[in-house]
């Protein structure tokens, strides 16, 4: 598996539309990712605009191996007002922590391999405990690869970036 060396960046924040949604880990492997993205991608076409930049997996709450709380979703321009299922969120400005890994299959190395270097530098992120797990403030992973370019998942290029607690 090939990862980045990690950063740290201030980012902007990034207005987007959504769709969120909760699935147990063996639930995520089973094409929910595609599915909802196209839902989402769909409906910004049908609103006659486009997403400003890759999809991405917005991690809300993290409770591993039961329970993912998750939101699929495109950056915009600008927010838009939505429907019943489909949401304008924005992901928050700050200084974010990250790396890119290779392979869809690492995600769970990739993001190890993050939170592992945060750890050895003291850094602390805009994490807490909730009763249904650990919940952030920001933790995306975006999509850099299109699937279309490059059919062979092992090849896929992946972001993961965790937004660090004010200081």
Known sequence: MKITEPKIEQRAAQPYMGIRTQVTMEEFGQGVI?????????????QGTGPT?????RYHVINMPSLLDIELGWPVASPLTGTDRI???????????????????????????LLDWGHTRGLKWDQWETE?????????????????????????ETEVAIRLADE
Not at 132 to 156: L, Q, Y
Request: proline residues 9%.
């Open 132 to 156: 249904h797990g650990d919940a952030f403030g920001a933790r995306v992973e975006t999509e850099i690869t299109n699937p279309a370019d490059e059919p062979d998942p092992s090849k896929w």
């Open 34 to 46: 595609p599915q909802l993205l196209g839902e989402v991608m769909g409906w910004l076409s049908s």
């Open 87 to 113: 949401h304008a969120h924005t992901l928050p400005a700050g200084r974010y922590a990250s790396l890119i890994f290779t392979g869809i299959e690492n995600g769970i190395q990739g993001n190890g391999a």
């Open 53 to 57: 930049g890759a999809p991405f997996i």
